[in-house]
């Protein structure tokens, strides 16, 4: 990797305009090879061609990290791929580091142009080593994209073979920036077939491959030379069954091909990805049959992990909803979205999805990537930026529940993988974050300025999408958070952290006095109540369950909470004895809930909780996105109460666990697992008249307790069953 830096950045001519440029070298091997490794990377993305074929396996490599101070280099072996005369090409494109990203002005643009940079290291069998870098050497050609853009889509004229007649530029861009390839590549995982044409209302054509998800489409089109292909790619149909873009905001989404006539020509784009369920064919060859298109997932290559089935369909639904949202904005940064103008890497949204996220999927290279960004991302000042990479370049940072990612990532990733790296490398991090609001907080302990989102998107206001929790009882609540996880990962490390053990009891008391004077909250939404409860805030925790059941009641049994209040708010309820409650709402179909977006056909979970309202008419276009995974948190809850798969705090990596299933008469079974490291922790039960049969697996390495009602017993690694009176364990809850 450290040679790396002996070649140099090729650059395209500027007359190039918006076209892809490949850059080429041919040579000749004069003795036979060893070994041949090719170290590359990009400012922008890249695709490596060796004698014709694909270099790796890496879409859009090299990702996108803080380019202003990582940039991942990727070594692929080619050996295999070598022959006596040769011919390395590499094709740019813009990407996210130089292309458009972000829906104003002043946003992305983290360098002007793309540059790609190699180094091709030749082992001989005499034990030799010959180097090819990237140099002037090189020649330089105009290929058949003609544009290619992360949120706009992609052109590709079929019919333009590159000619290499032009020098390539060399760009002066910096080398100390890079870093070997840390996080997971973006892949190509998998497929999903169109599943049917139809023509609209208003005479549209559109094709429906009943999943919304992330990639790009591979088609086969049967024209002449310079027939037309114009594919628009979306997301939902409107209230009457036509094309609906508004949502796409200023993303254009469209892939345009121009044929070669070429018997048998395929194509997808390269350089771009759309988020979509729904294709408007605007224009094609001839008749529009399904089998010419495929849809191929991009995301990067995480393994699944974890697995939740029960007796209730649309449960499940929602389940697989939270399976897909994640497959789709986990392309290579933890996103927002993967449609309209954004697709950032939202630190309040990371948040509150990492646990679901380490449950569902293996993903402690991708988040040991991000978290390595936003500690490389960290102001002087110890604020964290709202998105990371910081593509909108310190607007709005370091709202409360947003930045607070930096302490509660490395801590979930902690717990769920027992991995103490998380917190060593996130250490300096997290205090610099919880030092940077202490000095911004009154009396140090209540932080009552600045900028937040606090309850995005909460249903309990009527006009502020922020929705009506006090800010500051949100930022003093997460403060306090963050500085409870300071101090653990602090005590793990051997750190003296007894100055913010103290703190916590001073910003516990002042919390209290500040926004719960008399015990009652200055905003006594349910936010309020589930984060108190949640953080350990309040003492009189039955009391102050009991008015957010009551809050629940009095809204008809229904959450009115936003991004950061429904995260905890499962989790909450049933840690305080009401895992009942908890089941209404996950259960509920009437809006708002999880399974209203269901019924209204939802394959991902949607951004807002009336993103499509009950009359079919849409929430604003200005911001709805039917593919954020923030309230898909819900599936935590479902691991570990309703499967009853729950970590202990204590014995991080589930080495000590509780197998606590919480069964509800209104399903009669729930099924989990969760792989770990030695093994699979599986926990099922069913009921039959009044009979519950639980069957518990216990991994080697691993211990458990079974809580069942009110026995309690401690299993070793081994599978389980055990009978019992249906009725005495829903008594028991
Ligand atoms: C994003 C969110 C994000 C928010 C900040 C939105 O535009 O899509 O998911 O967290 O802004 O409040």
């Known amino acids: 990797m450290k040679d790396l830096k002996t070649a140099k950045y090729l650059r395209a ?31 922008g993305l890249y695709e490596a061609e060796l004698n014709g074929k694909r270099v790796g396996a890496f879409e859009l490599a090299p990702g996108w990290t803080n380019y202003k101070k990582r940039l991942q280099v990727q070594e692929y072996d080619v050996s295999a791929m070598l022959k006596e005369r040769n011919v390395l090409t590499l094709t740019l494109g813009e990407g996210w580091a130089c292309g458009r990203i972000g829906w104003s002005a002043g946003q992305g643009g983290f360098f002007p142009r793309p540059a790609v940079i190699a180094l091709l290291t030749l082992t001989f069998e005499d034990g030799t080593e010959e180097t090819v870098p990237t140099d002037e050497s090189w020649e330089c050609g105009k290929t058949p994209i003609l544009f290619s853009g992360i949120y706009d ?74 027939d037309v292909c114009r594919l628009v790619h979306f997301e939902v149909l409107d209230k009457d069954g036509n094309v609906y873009l508004e949502n796409l905001r200023s993303a254009k989404q469209t892939v345009t091909y121009l044929c070669s006539g070429e018997e048998g020509e395929t194509y997808h784009p390269h350089f771009s990805f759309q988020g979509f369920r729904f294709v408007k064919v605007e224009s094609w060859p001839g008749e529009v049959k399904t089998e010419d298109f495929t849809g191929t997932v991009l995301c990067s290559d995480i393994r699944r992990t974890g697995t939740f089935l029960c007796s209730d369909p649309d449960v499940n639904r929602l389940y697989q909803n939270v399976i897909w949202g994640q497959l789709s904005n986990f392309v290579d940064v933890p996103t927002d979205c993967p449609q309209r103008d954004e697709r950032l890497g939202w630190t309040g949204d990371a948040q509150v999805f990492c646990r679901t996220a380490a449950l569902n999927f293996d993903v402690r290279k991708f988040f040991t990537k991000w978290l390595n960004d936003m500690a490389s991302e960290q102001l002087p ?6 998105v990371i990479p910081d ?16 302490t509660i990532v490395p801590w979930q990733m902690y717990q769920v993988y027992g991995d103490k790296s ?15 609001i202490r000095a911004q907080s009154d009396r140090e302990t209540i932080w009552n300025t600045g900028h937040h989102y606090a309850d995005w998107l909460a249903l309990d206001h009527p006009t502020d999408q922020k929705g009506a929790t006090d800010h500051g009882l949100i930022a003093t609540a997460y403060f306090s958070y963050s500085v409870k996880l300071l101090v653990a990962a602090g005590q793990i490390l051997g750190k003296d952290v007894s100055y913010y ?44 369950a009991a008015s957010l059941v009551r809050l629940i009641r009095e809204n008809g049994t229904a959450l009115n909470t936003g991004f950061l209040g429904t995260s905890v708010l499962m989790e909450t309820l049933t840690e305080n004895g009401y895992p009942d409650v908890a089941y209404d ?15 209204m056909g939802a394959t991902t979970i949607w951004e807002h909780w009336d993103g499509i309202r009950p009359d079919g008419g849409m929430w604003s276009a200005a911001m709805n996105s039917f593919n954020h995974y923030a309230y898909g948190a819900v599936a935590s809850w479902m691991y570990s109460c309703a499967a009853g798969i729950r970590a202990d705090e204590n014995a991080p990596g589930f080495t000590h666990f509780y197998l606590n299933p919480i069964p509800d008469p209104r399903l009669s079974f729930v099924q989990a697992t969760f792989e770990t490291d030695s093994g699979t922790i599986a926990s099922a039960w069913k009921t039959e008249g009044d009979e519950i049969t639980f069957d518990f697996t216990v991994p080697e390495e691993k211990t458990a307790t079974v809580i069942l009602g009110t026995e309690t017993f401690k299993v070793n690694p081994g599978t389980y069953r055990f009978v019992r009176k249906a009725s005495d364990i829903l008594a028991a809850r």
């Open 422 to 436: 998380f917190l060593a490398r996130q250490f300096d991090t997290m205090k610099g974050w919880v030092d940077y």
């Open 501 to 544: 053990e103290e703190l916590w009891y001073r910003i516990k008391r002042d919390f209290n006095e500040t926004y719960r004077p008399n015990g009652q909250f200055v905003t006594p939404t349910q936010t309020a109540h589930a984060l108190a409860l949640h953080f350990g805030l309040v003492d009189d925790t039955k009391e102050c």
């Open 391 to 406: 593509a909108l370049h310190g607007n709005g940072r370091c709202s409360s529940g947003w930045a607070d990612s930096a």
């Open 13 to 43: 001519p500027e007359e190039y305009g918006s076209v892809c440029p490949a850059f080429r070298k041919q040579f000749r091997l004069e003795k036979p090879i060893l070994r041949a490794v090719l170290t590359v990377t990009a400012i």
């Open 585 to 599: 709402l996950l259960l509920r179909h009437e809006f708002p809930s999880w399974l209203f977006s269901v019924d």
């Open 381 to 386: 000042d110890g604020g964290i930026p709202a």
């Open 153 to 226: 889509g992609e052109t590709f004229d079929a019919r333009v073979a590159p000619d290499f007649t032009d020098a390539p530029l060399i760009a002066d861009y910096p080398k100390d920036i890079f870093i070997p390839q840390e996080g997971e590549e973006i892949r190509e995982k998998g497929t999903v077939t169109a599943k049917k044409v139809f023509t609209t209302p208003k005479g549209e054509t559109v094709l429906d491959f009943g999943q919304e998800f992330t990639g790009r489409l591979s088609i086969t089109p049967h024209g002449k030379a310079g």
